[in-house]
């Protein structure tokens, strides 16, 4: 199975239990499965993807304050 079919960006939204109306938004850097497989072809595409992921992450942050 090629591995660009597992490239996870899985992002998880839970709440904070610990603090009262918190949300935690939390995301899988893709470019720890690039050293998992030791593929470096994947190295372009998991930055890539890492640096969409933040600006999302970065954006939702944004928006809570």
Known sequence: MPIGLLLPCNVV???????????????????VLVEVTGEPGLRD???????????????VAAQSD
């Open 45 to 59: 595409i998991a930055t890539e993807a890492a640096t969409r992921l933040q600006a999302a992450l970065e954006a």
């Open 13 to 31: 939204i839970r709440r904070d239990r610990t603090t009262e109306n918190t949300v935690v938004v939390e995301a899988m850097n893709p470019a």
